[in-house]
């Protein structure tokens, strides 16, 4: 899709960062002391600080992984809305208050309150710095995305704006201007999806033959499956077929045709109805020429709009009772009506073309909205209808890291030092949970809603959110990909934050032993941000092409194998010791790093290797990695006990 | 450790424990459950996640409110 810069956009957005930045200022001038720094002195209302966990929370992956997921899925990615907010159950239930209670500028404070070791400050620091930088890297990747169409720059050119803008933020304020941003950004996403939501619900859904370009997408048939293609009725442009050679045996056949009314070969998938018949239903394509030229349904791809483009995807194909319209629809009757309509999602596939070079095929898929509306359509969650025990692990395994993973995100935990005590802690993390479930409700909404827009990129589903925004208005694009880009930025700086106290507290001055002022202490948390926020962007432009959801996944299990079990195990048995501490975050943290690296998702997208040769039978560590720490720790803690007793 | 606070919450938890592993398992062994529509034709995909999330919100309110029977003590435990 061609991506033109609007003035409105860059206006409202630059607007957007200016008042951010302006706001980082003049609070970062009030905040002088380490204490002020990395906790805003301890003094942050608790709503405020609520609706900032919202802020921090929602990252990117959240708000444009998770739309875009459903977009074009359907139902899965709500599974992640589900999980990302019962985390926050643990969070508030098991982890707030003694967090609080327990430390004072780290998770490695609070793990550390009642044993003094140096040890255990070593392994938990490097633990949040593990984990920070895994969530930063699809923070970044998501930035960069974002900026592409808004801004019309190239994806690295993204990255290192936010990057810089995120060093300015964290450098020049710390905690409280954090806060703030996060305040003001977490509200207004909040605010402007449910102004997207009853926007779709009074627009309803319309049967469309394509996009909103006005380009009809072809379907003929049905005809029998078993004849050959040349004797089927087709209508005299199409010539000349032949069916291309598809990667695996479960691919759709594609079929190539000489298409007169193009001038030019059109590609169409085989589409099964039942047992014996198919549709005929015309794809679009990306390919190259020989000199690295774009080739988009076979011309060379544009640079201005009206000039050669894939054509924007998402429409609805039959209704309930054969109508073409439905008018405004209540927040049930819209899964209703969906549940009893025809929806085209699409897939892709890359197929040889004629003349043996790859050519990829993005195929029509009309999916009854029964289909959209279950659970197991994506191939991460395959688990689900899939009768293999490994691929029910991985589901499981998934959800249990989801679950257990956001009590145990650094730069979540370090937000129960900016309030005052153990109640303001609970207040806030129950504002929290009230304003993200009630963003994860608005999700299945937007995504849902992008889904039957008409205005999609059939190659990239993290612009579903900003792109749905754009079928609407100009304007709506403009704020809800300025909001975008500033969750991106909140989060970014909340990580950044994460590391630098991990960096200061736990590893300059506790484990080194190196006495710091608090003046000092302050400058070295804002060197140590500037290193994170420089290897950041490196790894954000590196990591480009790689899935941000499928990222975050990353993140999420490594953190809960790493440091929830010390955290609950802490509060909930006496005979931990300083030992099974260290021993249980290190294992947890290589294990399901370990994994990770070995699993077939990493196998295939990014080693380039089958995924059939990875060396763990599943993908998702969780379900393995986090027992694993609990165990760890019970066995080193009742081993070093004895020898303490002794 | 174990105060007044902590075991309500720690129930609380078990309660929401049960409500998501039973949709998780629900979804890994009964899938075809999903896609019953038992209410207002809607699937119970949806409102059985509908219902995890207002349950975790019910649930907090809950919690907030037991725990303030007690009154706010900063630093009850003497901060260790």
Redesign the interface.
């Known amino acids: 899709m061609i991506y033109e810069p609007s003035v409105v956009a860059v206006v409202v957005f630059l607007i957007f960062v200016g008042i951010t930045l302006g706001l980082s200022f003049y609070l970062g001038s009030r905040a002088k002391s380490s204490q002020g720094y990395f906790a805003a002195h301890g003094q942050i209302p608790w709503f405020i600080n609520g609706v900032a966990f919202a802020g921090d929370y929602l990252s990117a992956a959240s708000f444009l992984g998770i739309c875009g997921m459903i977009a074009f899925y359907g139902?899965d990615g709500?599974?992640y809305?589900?999980g990302y907010?019962?985390g926050?159950?643990?969070a508030?239930?098991?982890v707030a208050?003694?967090m609080k209670?327990?430390g004072k500028f780290t998770f490695a404070d609070a793990l550390d309150?009642?044993f003094g070791s140096r040890g255990i400050k070593l392994a938990a620091g490097i633990s949040t710095l593990a984990v920070s930088l895994f969530y930063l890297i699809p923070q970044m990747v998501g930035a960069g995305v974002l900026i592409q169409p808004l801004l019309g720059f190239p994806h690295w050119v993204g990255v290192l704006l936010v990057g810089a803008t995120v060093i300015v933020i964290v450098v020049t304020a710390g905690m409280v201007s954090t806060t703030y941003v996060q305040f003001l950004k977490g509200s207004l996403l909040v605010v402007f999806s449910f102004v997207l939501t009853v926007i779709i619900l009074t627009r309803g859904f319309e049967v469309k033959p394509g996009g909103n370009d006005g380009h009809a997408f072809r379907q003929l048939g049905p005809f029998p499956a078993e004849t050959d293609i040349n004797q089927w009725q087709l209508p005299s442009e199409l010539t000349a077929a032949s069916r291309l050679e598809t990667r695996s045996d479960s691919d759709l056949p594609i079929v190539r045709f000489e298409d007169a009314t193009l001038g030019r070969p059109s590609y169409w998938s085989l589409h099964p109805v039942d047992s014996d018949q198919v549709l005929l239903l015309e794809a679009q394509t990306l390919s190259r020429t020989e000199d690295g030229k774009t080739l988009v349904n076979g011309q060379i791809k544009g640079e201005e709009k009206g000039e050669p483009e894939l054509h924007p995807i998402g429409h609805v194909s039959q209704l309930p009772g054969g109508a073409t319209k439905t008018g405004p629809l209540g927040p049930?009757?819209f899964?209703?009506t969906l549940?009893?309509s025809e929806v085209v999602l699409w897939a892709n596939q890359t197929v040889t073309d004629t003349d043996g070079q790859p050519i990829t095929i993005f195929h029509q898929k009309p999916t009854p909205g029964?289909r959209v509306?279950?659970?197991?359509e994506h191939p991460r969650f395959k688990?689900?209808?899939s009768g293999q025990w490994t691929d029910?692990l991985d589901?499981?395994s998934l959800?249990l890291a989801l679950?257990c993973g956001t009590a145990s995100l650094p730069h979540i935990l370090i937000r129960y030092y900016t309030v005052?005590?153990?109640?303001s802690a609970?207040?806030s993390?129950?504002v929290g949970?009230?304003s993200i479930?009630f963003f994860?409700?608005l999700t299945?909404y937007l995504g849902l809603g992008a889904m039957t827009s008409g205005s999609l990129d059939v190659t990239n589903s993290n612009m579903a959110a900003p792109l749905l925004a754009k079928s609407i208005s100009e304007w709506l694009f403009a704020i809800i990909s300025a909001i975008a880009f500033t969750t991106v930025l909140g989060t970014v700086s909340g990580l950044i934050l994460a590391s630098a106290g991990a960096v200061t507290h736990d590893l300059i001055a506790n484990f080194m032993g190196i006495q710091l002022s608090d003046h000092e202490k302050v400058r070295v948390a804002k060197i140590a941000s500037v290193a994170v926020g420089a290897v950041a962007i490196l790894l954000g432009i590196q990591f480009e092409a790689l899935n941000v959801s499928y990222l975050v996944g990353w993140a999420f299990s490594i953190a809960a194998s790493a440091n929830l079990p010390s955290l609950v195990m802490l509060?909930?048995w006496?005979g931990v010791t300083r030992q099974g501490v260290i021993a249980a975050v290190v294992v947890g943290m290589t294990s399901s790093l370990g994994w990770i690296l070995a699993s077939g998702d990493t196998f295939s997208k990014v080693y380039g290797l089958p995924a059939e040769s990875a060396w763990v039978p599943f993908s998702q560590p969780g379900i393995v990695t986090i027992p694993l720490g609990f165990f760890t720790l019970i066995v080193v803690s009742w081993m070093t006990r004895k020898t303490q007793d002794a | 450790?174990q105060?007044r606070?902590?075991r309500i919450?720690?129930v609380?938890?078990l309660v929401?424990l049960m409500l998501?592993g039973g949709?998780?398992f629900l979804?890994?062994?009964a899938?075809e459950s999903?896609?019953a529509?038992p209410l207002?034709?809607?699937?119970l995909?949806?409102l059985y996640?509908?219902g995890?999330?207002?349950a975790?919100?019910v649930?907090?309110?809950v919690?907030?409110w037991l725990?303030?029977q007690e009154g706010?003590h900063?630093?009850?435990?003497g901060?260790?």
């Open positions: 139902y709500f599974l809305s589900i907010l019962a926050w159950i643990v508030l239930f098991v208050e003694p209670r327990l309150a009642k049930l009757s899964f209703s549940q009893d029964s509306l279950r659970p197991g688990g689900i209808r029910k589901f499981l959800m679950f005052k005590d153990e109640a609970r207040k993390t129950i949970i009230a479930g994860y409700v299945l509060l909930f006496k | 450790m105060t606070n902590a919450g720690f609380l938890f929401y998501y949709f998780v979804n890994a062994f899938a999903m896609e529509t207002a034709g809607v699937n995909a949806i996640g509908f995890l999330i207002v975790a919100f649930l907090a309110l919690y907030g725990a303030d706010n900063p630093n009850k435990e901060g260790q």
